[in-house]
């Protein structure tokens, strides 16, 4: 394959279907900005939020393994939960994902009762 060649990313969930075609080493979080597939972010794409969060449905093997950055984050179960982070898992074939939800940090109860 030319390294010019675009590749299909197809997004699917309960909500719709989004299809792009990037450039062999796109993030997934830049395909769903291109396509307007519903991955979330609030680091913009630096590995610190852990919004991004997707299910691979279909071709694991057409994205590239996760790097330390990424298994820091969200552990090395990605064979397992098939879920990866959107903002590091670039894309080196045709795949299909499935956006996951936002999954907003509870809020904290206060650590010492007022009395
Ligand atoms: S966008 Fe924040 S961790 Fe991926």
Redesign the pocket.
């Known amino acids: 394959m030319s390294d010019d060649a675009k590749i299909l990313v197809r997004f699917v969930n309960a909500e719709g279907e989004w299809s792009v075609e990037v450039e062999h080493g796109t993030d997934l ?1 830049h395909a769903s900005r291109l396509c307007g597939a519903p991955v979330q ?12 969060k997707v299910k691979v449905l279909k071709n694991p093997e057409n994205l590239s393994p996760p790097a330390t950055l990424e298994i820091d984050k969200v552990g090395n179960i990605f064979h397992i939960t098939g879920e990866r ?3 590091q898992a670039q894309v080196l074939g045709p795949v299909e994902i499935e956006p996951l939800p936002a999954r907003l940090p509870r809020k904290r109860r206060p650590r010492f009762r007022p009395r």
């Open positions: 979080l972010t609030l680091c913009n794409g630096i590995a610190a939020c852990v919004q991004c982070l959107g903002c």
